[in-house]
């Protein structure tokens, strides 16, 4: 059976429920995370908030960028070679398809990956809280298809 795919984008209204003061700086930032497969890099974030914000700051998108990634509230992806990405959809456990020609990165959910376990005796004493899987290939538009 195929699951589902539901993913909100809703990012502004949760920092809203959390009492996160949102300036209107912040407030860009978070706009411009929402929606599906989103995955922008600080850099990227930071062009996306320019075209509301012309003053926006490289540093405020970062530190605003980094207090989200400490509330929880946005994921931080290593994805290959390029600079860090930043995901949204913390709701909704998923993993990631990382094309290795454009950088492209896609939200899917694996079969199989809520089975996935770490054996016992290969836990070295740790308590596991997650696992993240990157599947990695070439998109249509690298492949040329
Ligand atoms: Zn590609
Ligand atoms: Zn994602």
């Known amino acids: 059976m195929r699951r589902q795919m539901v993913i909100s984008s809703e990012l502004a209204e949760r920092l809203r429920q959390r009492g996160w003061r949102l300036t209107a700086q912040r407030r860009v930032v978070a706009d411009v995370l929402v929606g599906d497969h989103v995955h922008l890099s600080a850099e990227a974030v930071h062009s996306a908030a320019q075209a509301v914000l012309p003053e926006i700051s490289m540093a ?10 400490n509330m929880g509230e946005v994921l ?12 949204p959809n913390t709701t909704v456990a998923h993993q990631h398809l990382l094309c290795t020609g454009c950088g492209a990165l896609r939200d899917v959910a694996p079969e199989g990956a809520d089975a996935l ?3 016992s005796d290969q836990r070295h004493g740790f308590q596991v809280v997650g696992l993240d899987i990157m599947f990695r290939g070439l998109c249509p538009a690298c492949t040329g298809t």
Do not use: F, H, Q
């Not at 405020?60 to 990634?69: G, H």
């Not at 931080?76 to 995901?87: C, Q």
């Open 117 to 119: 376990t770490l054996p």
């Open 60 to 69: 405020t998108v970062y530190n605003t960028l980094n207090e989200l990634v």
């Open 76 to 87: 931080e992806i290593s994805a290959g070679p390029g600079p860090k990405r930043y995901d």
